[in-house]
Nanobody, 136 residues
Framework: EQLVVESGGGLVQPGGSLRLSCVASGFTLDRYHIAWFRQAPGKEREGVSIISSPDSRTYYIDSAKGRFTISRDNAKNTVYLQMNALKPEDTAVYYC?????????????????????????????WGQGTQVTVSA
């Protein structure tokens, strides 16, 4: 069975840190663009960050820049989202999504936000989500 599984969520105080993991089973992540999405209660799911294949270019939404870091470890078939300086507004269910890189050329940097947006509806795989709660 091919799937991705997130872990690492939890309850943390404002200003704290968490590292989320997205592990793939049944396929290798290195050929996939990987994105982290989040969905807060009553809000639409939003893309937070993306890391491209094969050259691991990254993009973050403005609210995540300087606080979140996305990375991949192909040997472990895992993508991470390191989240620092967490705020209550970061509270959400965080999802990992994967889409196969189908082109020969690398993804230009200015296309990363476009692909992140498209992955909301066009991903090949979605995880079940992990809850992140930031509260005192």
């Amino acid at each position: 069975e091919q799937l991705v599984v997130e872990s690492g969520g939890g309850l943390v105080q404002p200003g704290g840190s968490l590292r989320l993991s997205c592990v793939a089973s049944g396929f290798t992540l290195d050929r996939y663009h990987i994105a982290w999405f989040r969905q807060a209660p009553g809000k639409e799911r939003e893309g937070v960050s993306i890391i491209s294949s094969p050259d691991s270019r990254t993009y973050y939404i403005d609210s995540a820049k300087g606080r979140f870091t996305i990375s991949r470890d192909n040997a472990k078939n895992t993508v991470y989202l390191q989240m620092n300086a967490l705020k209550p507004e970061d509270t959400a269910v965080y999802y990992c999504a994967a889409v196969l890189h189908r082109r020969k050329a690398s993804l230009p940097p200015d296309q990363l936000p476009v692909v992140l947006f498209d992955m909301k509806t066009q991903s090949d795989y979605w995880g079940q989500g992990t809850q992140v709660t930031v509260s005192a």
